[in-house]
């Protein structure tokens, strides 16, 4: 089948979709569920398609025109160039549908759970940890997204060792997957007399936040220890079995939740980390069968490798996985210049996934 008769069956689809929930006939309330979903995930491509159909009709009637001897010499001159103009922008309109036509991970729509682990590096890590962990506090903000704290482990001196938070709203996970892997920083710390650059990092996980629905955890694979809260917390800390751990016997994934004063909150939002974490270990799982032989694709998740380096004498921020780098780690830093790194990351893949569709 070619492309041309793929897009006229997609655009029929798309009519004989809109028909179909015109009409109301269906008796199933679910059948009307999953035929909108279908519409609207088609109707972007849809209105692609229609729009490059029209201007290629254009440019035909332009070509024509630019030909017709029987028009004036400016009738001539101004259909050319409109047939020039349309001969620019088809191209972008077809390579604009390829993308949309490109296979959609299913979780990109879905809001996340972020974790941010200390790595190597003493203090400076937990310092740089919470670095990150402002940096996506004020992305989110920035999109709109609400952001949740959900666990924090601190130093005390404004490091901290690990932290879980929900980041939610619409294609959160699209954005921040490529952010998964280890962070490295480069900076003189405020502890050192000598003025020597030290090397730290940090470990960022994205994870696509899931329901109950999504992934079935049977009671009886868990076991659910209480115990009391340690650390900076306020007055209620030590004074009741707040804490809670929840260890997911067939896997061995251990969550740990102490921050709310309700042994039910703590238990709900370590429950919430556990599905993401277990979800996502499918999914990688999944992913990996799959990429076996598209070794070159960012976004694999893989928390052990270097994706970022942040210089802060140099004043650069580098991404290893595309050789990117830009001179901007304070806005980086602020969220405000985060999305040219993300863009830059997305458009690879794209690329990526172009390329193998066409092998």
Do not use: C
């Not at 259909?79 to 993308?99: G, R, S, T, V």
């Not at 868990?222 to 751990?245: F, K």
């Not at 976004?299 to 490798?305: A, F, H, K, V």
């Amino acid at each position: 089948m070619s492309l041309d008769q793929k897009l006229d069956r997609l655009l029929q689809r798309h009519q004989d979709l809109r028909d179909a929930l015109a009409s109301h006939t269906m008796a199933d309330p679910s059948d009307f569920a999953k035929l909108s979903k279908e519409y609207a995930d088609l109707s972007e491509v849809a209105e692609t398609i229609s729009h490059l159909r029209k201007q290629q009709h254009d440019l035909k009637e332009a070509e024509l025109l630019a030909h017709d001897n029987s028009l004036d010499v400016d009738m001539r001159e101004l259909a050319h160039q409109e047939w020039q103009n349309l001969k620019e922008l088809i191209p972008n309109l077809e390579h604009q549908i390829q993308l949309l036509l490109l296979p959609k991970d299913a979780d990109d729509d879905r809001s996340a759970i972020l974790e941010i682990r200390a790595g190597t590096g003493g203090e400076e890590a937990g310092l740089f940890a919470s670095d990150l962990l402002r940096m996506y506090q004020r992305y989110a903000a920035l999109k709109g997204w609400k952001f949740e704290l959900l666990n924090s482990t601190d130093t005390g001196l404004g490091a901290i060792r690990e932290a879980s938070a929900s980041i939610t709203g619409k294609g959160v996970f699209a954005r921040l997957k490529f952010e998964s892997g280890v962070h490295r920083v480069q900076r003189v710390p405020q502890t050192e007399a000598s003025g020597r650059i030290h090397t730290s990092a940090a470990t960022v996980a994205v994870l696509p936040e899931v329901e109950d629905v999504d992934i079935q955890i049977d009671e009886k694979d868990l076991q659910i220890d209480v115990y009391r809260a340690s650390g900076a917390g306020g007055q209620h800390v030590n004074t009741t079995d707040s804490a809670v751990r929840i260890t997911h016997i067939p896997t061995g994934v251990v969550v740990t939740q102490q921050d709310e004063r309700s042994q039910h909150k703590n238990k709900a939002k370590a429950m919430k980390i556990l599905r993401a974490r277990l979800y996502e270990a499918e999914r990688l799982r999944q992913e990996r069968e799959r990429a076996a032989s598209r070794k070159n694709q960012v976004g694999s998740g893989d928390r052990s490798e270097r994706i970022r380096t942040y210089n802060f004498p140099q004043g650069r921020v580098s991404d290893h996985r595309i050789n990117l780098t830009l001179y901007k780690i304070d806005p980086i830093l602020a969220g405000e210049a985060l999305d040219e790194i993300i863009d830059a990351l997305i458009s690879h893949d794209q690329a990526e996934k172009l390329a193998q569709a066409v092998e």
